[in-house]
């Protein structure tokens, strides 16, 4: 074998192995996402229970609280509400952070649901500042603090781009706010603003399509690295056959 060939087949090897390999990962990947997609789903449509309280705040986490179907209950705290920047379903506004005190005096902030641009001003939706002590059913969501569109908040400025719940708190002065957030369910509120219940649950699983190109691949790589022993299986067998036959060629 020369060193040519020598190389090729080694390189051969590694490409296999490597898209192989890929390609395992991804399937394992399409086993975590369709068990993710199962665990959320059974969260959201589990009955409604408290969120953690302070004992138990900072254990919170993604993996075993996000989505989780919660109520609670307490009193808005409207003069201390946090516009959001937002893009919904029903087109692009902000969403409505409203710090919630409960009976106990914990606060939690209270994605209370979206408002158009023009309904921005709070003075535009006075009916829907609810007063008094009221219940909240929605979502358990975790804080984001890395800024959103591609754009870090200003809490100097009063501009926010994401539901960063530790700095809103700061901004607001609620020292003892939980470390997440719930976004309110799709109960109708006064006049109709906030809307709530938009919360989208998607998850994009193309694992098995990427496993199945990485194994495409590899099979690939194999066909390669095989067809020249299969030529010159072919090749051999040719000569063998032409040799036999002129052995067997009647001598004339």
């Known amino acids: 074998m020369n060193l040519r060939r020598a190389v090729a087949l080694i390189l051969g ?10 390609g395992v990962w991804q399937l394992e ?8 997609i199962a665990r959320v789903d059974a969260r959201v449509n589990a009955a409604a229970l408290p969120p953690p309280g ?7 986490s993604a993996a075993r609280d996000e989505y989780r179907h919660v109520r609670i209950a307490g009193v808005f705290e409207n003069d201390k509400e946090t516009l959001v920047q937002a893009v919904t379903v029903v087109g692009p506004g902000f969403w409505v952070m409203t710090p919630l ?9 209270v994605n209370r649901g ?5 309904k921005a001003a709070q003075a535009t939706r006075l009916s829907g500042l609810t007063t008094g002590r009221t219940t909240v059913t929605g979502l358990l969501r975790i804080s984001e603090p890395h800024g959103g569109f591609l754009r870090a908040n200003q809490p100097a400025a009063g501009r926010w781009y994401s539901r960063d719940v530790a700095a809103i708190a700061r901004a607001r002065g609620l020292p003892q706010a939980a470390p997440y957030f719930i976004d309110a369910d799709a109960s109708l509120n006064a006049g109709g603003w906030p809307r709530g219940g938009l919360t989208v649950i998607r998850f994009r699983n193309s694992h098995l399509s990427y496993a199945l190109t990485w194994f495409g691949l590899a ?19 040719r000569t063998t056959g032409g040799n036999l036959a002129a052995a067997y060629r009647p001598q004339g």
């Open 13 to 22: 090897v590694l490409l296999f192995a490597g898209f192989t390999g890929l």
């Open 54 to 60: 302070p004992a138990a705040w900072a254990g919170v």
């Open 114 to 118: 979206f408002v158009p641009t023009e």
């Open 101 to 109: 005190r409960t009976d106990d005096g914990q606060v939690v902030v």
């Open 219 to 237: 099979a690939m790589v194999a066909l390669w690295g095989a067809w020249p022993l299969l030529e010159a299986a072919r090749s051999r067998r």
């Open 29 to 36: 990947r399409l086993a975590w996402k369709r068990a993710l």
